[in-house]
């Protein structure tokens, strides 16, 4: 079966601290994508990143970084600097190649304090 | 250009009514999802459509119905509904199936079950 945790429920740091969002996935799929979205207070779906099964490389997008590792079936994210903005439900997701839904994770709502 | 469009923003039904929610896919997007998202369930896939033929429906009962049009504009039905169905309910569009890199989501109806 497929399934995305994301243990941290709830995380509050103060603005400018560094902070990493943990997923991990399960699939017996050797295709798949990763992703991660953003959900701000106005309800909608924010993409931030897209990664598949093939490919490792880390990526870094600003102040944003993403640490994938196959081995460990984990895709975390991490925020640099963080900012008051940054503040808003975050979830890992997942999505095979043989098919079309999304597998969300439960989301992980970040707290950015002034 | 237009990002995906739901309507209305905001629902309040009774229970036992039954209820319609629209989403306008942006142009030239040929498939549509439905997610339903509760702080208990968090987001799980209800269905997509693609050239108006469903292609894939997730676990929920056969109250929960939809369809696509020609314009690719999809509605979803929720007939007799119950408390537990007070829920945002996003959509997605993209441009094709398989098409990965192409999820864009709406800003989701809020419908409450009083």
């Known amino acids: 079966a497929q399934k995305v945790t994301q243990a941290q429920t709830e995380i509050s740091v103060v603005e400018k601290e560094d902070v990493t969002l943990d997923c991990v996935y399960e699939?017996?799929?050797?295709?798949?994508?990763l992703f991660w979205y953003k959900q701000p207070p106005s309800g909608e779906l924010v993409f931030l990143i897209r990664?598949?099964?093939?490919?490792?490389q880390n990526e870094i997008s600003g102040r944003y970084s993403w640490n994938f590792q196959k081995s460990t079936s984990s895709f975390n994210f991490t925020i640099t600097a963080s900012q008051v903005v940054d503040s808003a439900v975050y979830f890992c997701?997942?999505?095979?190649?043989?098919?079309?839904?999304?597998?969300f994770g439960k989301g992980t709502r970040l707290h950015i304090l002034p | 250009k237009a990002g995906v469009t739901q309507t209305p923003r905001y629902l309040i039904k009774t229970r036992g009514q039954q209820v319609t929610l629209s989403c306008s896919p942006i142009?030239?997007?040929?498939?549509v999802s439905w997610y339903q998202q509760t702080p208990g369930q968090g987001l799980q896939f209800l269905f997509e459509?693609?050239?108006?033929?469903?292609?894939n429906k997730g676990n929920f009962p056969g109250r929960f119905s939809g369809r696509q049009f020609s314009n690719s504009r999809s509605e979803m039905n929720v007939s007799t509904l119950e408390l537990g169905d007070s829920a945002l309910y996003l959509c997605?569009?993209?441009?094709?199936?398989?098409?990965?890199?192409?999820?864009?989501f709406g800003s989701g109806t809020r419908l409450t079950v009083v």
């Open positions: 997605a569009s993209r441009r094709a199936d398989r098409d990965v890199f192409g999820y864009t």
């Open positions: 699939t017996r799929d050797t295709t798949y994508y």
């Open positions: 990664r598949n099964s093939f490919d490792e």
């Open positions: 997701a997942l999505n095979l190649n043989r098919d079309d839904k999304i597998i």
């Open positions: 142009s030239g997007h040929r498939s």
């Open positions: 459509y693609f050239s108006e033929t469903q292609r």
